[in-house]
């Protein structure tokens, strides 16, 4: 569901002979983003045509708001605007030497930019939502009105020729990293993963899932923090995981004793986690890929121990709560573990292709196209003929594809008016000197002022879109008090993912409620307490060098070991006491020492006067749970 389903309506729905045109243009769309993979094309030329099929599918799919959501007049007027569109885009790439004006646009250089650029703008408010294009229109505001701020950030300010030829006519702008990164990668792994679900991997995952689970009061509680996990991974999209589960999670934590904003509370968590799961993560993590100039697998392994952690933090979370609460073990038949691998193990091939790959150095878009070969041919493996992609199966596949991929280029693309603004004006250096001088320039106030900031501005947008705000502003400041560059994107990213659980916004538990039956906010703060631990794995892989040995790369096995060791302690500790509860209840002071001691353990504190919480904190752990022993002894 996207921002702008959830705030003006649904995408438009074409029948009859009137869908195939769409359908042509969306299949279009994927089908040059495969045609860039496998041939060289020059590079304003792939992102132009690219840029002009996903404004023209954009404006096809998505009306202009809810009341003229099935109005003909409407229609119309967006098929002159993806005209428009076309027509900016076909003359800049008709014309050789458009690039090498950039400085000294031309006036149908201006008249074609401005024309883009306001499609553009209209196009983020359709498919993503207002608070984004909000922001895109101060920064393209602050371009040309930075003269008249007062303050450290002002700036000389940029008449519209000089704005129009760095946004539309360089790769400074809209043609930047972000559209190119959208076209050259997410394109193929979107594509991967609708293939996957087309071809019935989600339900292998889901008997996977119930195969592992067990019967003990935690099982179903553990069965969905498994199964986000496992089904996050090739997924890579928070909400899609979440909608995808719900409906199956939700009766067995029902019947275990869980309330309806519990179980959205949980399965939307999990489902957040597939975003930072490897292999496929969402779009930010293609971008981090090109703004740190590392490999594809460098980026799987820097996340491997962070998404570990997370789903660590829920299942320990899961583990004491199903103590604390009696909850009823599941009385479902699950299949057996073997039987699972033997009818459905197939799925796995196209995801082990797939890390093999890029683990032997191919790019992500030739091991992509791969993995999507090995999809097509192993689902005539299914015994389930419905399952098999054949040509009518793969047409509405990448037409499925299309459709979940439009707003996420959209965003993109949008997003290369941001990157450009803080290029043309140096806004990303001025903000980090000013929390430089905020923070005193002290490490551990510079982390906690970046966490704060990527949290607040990732309210109210789409994780990728708060990592690309916050990267400019964010990252330079981290990495002048010592944390390395690959931390410093690491724990920005990490806490874009993390806003997504937060109120107002909260996509994933608002759907995972309107499945349950639940409260949205409360269904929010629940969501918000089982990934609570969670919102300190960043400092516990950024707060120094020992602690960045979590991220695996440039790692040495003994800093790795004592970094996971401290890591695990931590989460333990900050599950218990949030929860408070091993067997027996533990006080309000207890809980209180417990999280404490979690948190300096996250921040890797270890003064003198630290020392003595850590050992209280550890003998009130082993005091409670040998009461708690001894109490289910006499019980039994």
Avoid at 185 to 212: C, H, K, N, P, R
Avoid at 343 to 352: F, N, P
Avoid at 388 to 395: A, D, Q, S, Y
């Amino acid at each position: 569901m996207s921002e702008a389903e959830k705030e003006e309506g649904a995408v438009r729905e074409f029948r009859g002979i009137s869908k195939y045109p769409v359908m042509a243009v969306g299949i279009s769309m994927i089908l040059w983003c495969i045609l860039g993979a496998l041939f060289v094309i020059e590079t304003y030329r792939f992102r132009m045509i690219f840029l002009a099929l996903v404004l023209l599918f954009m404006l096809l799919q998505y009306p202009p708001s809810k009341k003229l959501f099935r109005s003909r007049l409407a229609l119309i007027i967006d098929l002159i605007l993806g005209a428009l569109a076309v027509i900016s885009i076909a003359y800049a790439v008709a014309d050789e030497y458009y690039a090498y004006r950039s400085t000294i646009p031309n006036f149908y250089d201006v008249l074609f930019g401005i024309i883009l650029l306001i499609i553009l703008v209209e196009a983020t408010r359709r498919s993503i939502g207002k608070a984004f294009t909000v922001i895109v229109i101060f920064f393209i505001a602050y371009m040309y009105f930075g003269y008249y701020i007062p303050g450290p950030l002002s700036h000389k300010g940029y008449d519209i020729e000089r704005i129009v030829g760095h946004l539309v006519m360089t790769l400074d702008g809209v043609y930047g990293v972000p559209l190119g990164v959208a076209a050259s990668y997410v394109s193929l792994f979107v594509l991967y993963g609708a293939l996957m679900d087309a071809a019935g991997a989600g339900s292998f995952w889901i008997d996977l899932t119930t195969s592992l689970m067990g019967r003990k009061s935690s099982s179903a509680g553990r069965g969905a923090v498994l199964a986000t996990a496992l089904l996050g991974g090739p997924q890579g999209s928070g909400v899609a995981t979440t909608m995808s589960l719900t409906p199956v999670l939700w009766p067995t934590l029902k019947e275990a004793g869980y309330t309806a904003e519990m179980a959205a509370g949980l399965i939307s968590a999990g489902g957040i986690g597939a975003v930072i799961s490897p292999p496929l993560m969402g779009a930010a993590v293609f971008l981090m890929m090109e703004f740190l100039d590392v490999s594809y697998w460098d980026i799987i392994l820097m996340v491997l121990m962070p998404t570990v952690l997370y789903y660590l933090a829920m299942l320990f979370m899961v583990e004491v709560e199903a103590r604390k609460y009696a909850f009823k073990p599941p009385e479902i038949s699950a299949p057996s573990l073997k039987h699972v691998f033997k009818t459905k193990g197939y799925h796995l091939i196209s995801l082990i292709v797939l890390v093999v790959l890029v683990g032997l150095g191919r790019s992500p878009a030739t091991s992509a196209l791969w993995a999507i070969l090995v999809v097509i041919l192993t689902s005539f493996l299914s015994k389930n003929r419905e399952e098999w992609l054949t040509p009518r199966r793969l047409i509405s596949a990448f037409y499925d594809a299309a459709k979940s991929f439009v707003s996420i280029a959209v965003l993109l693309a949008a997003a290369g008016i941001i990157t450009g603004a803080f290029t043309l004006t140096g806004l990303g250096l001025k903000i980090s000197h000013m929390i430089i001088e905020l923070s005193g320039g002290i490490h551990v106030f510079v982390m906690i002022l970046a966490a704060i900031s990527a949290i607040i501005i990732g309210l109210g947008l789409p994780i990728t879109a708060t990592y690309v705000v916050c990267v400019p502003i964010i990252a330079p400041a981290l990495v002048h008090v010592g944390i390395p560059a690959h931390a410093a994107h690491l724990l920005i990213f990490y806490y874009a993912v993390l806003s997504e659980v937060s109120p107002p916004v909260a996509l994933s538990p608002s759907a995972a409620a309107a499945i349950t039956g639940a409260d949205v906010y409360k269904a929010m703060m629940q969501a918000w307490k089982y990934t609570l631990p969670t919102f300190l794995v960043p400092f516990m892989f950024s707060s120094n060098k020992l602690a960045s040995n979590l991220l695996i790369v440039g790692s040495d096995p003994e800093g790795f070991l004592i970094a996971t060791s401290v890591s695990i302690a931590s989460l333990l500790l900050l599950a218990i006491g949030s929860v408070g509860h091993i067997g027996v209840d533990f006080s309000k002071i207890e809980r209180f020492l417990l999280i404490v001691s979690g948190s300096l353990l996250a921040f890797w504190i270890f003064s003198i006067w630290a020392i003595p919480i850590y050992i209280i904190s550890a003998a009130i752990v082993a005091f409670r749970a040998y009461k708690g022993l001894k109490s289910s002894a006499q019980k039994h």
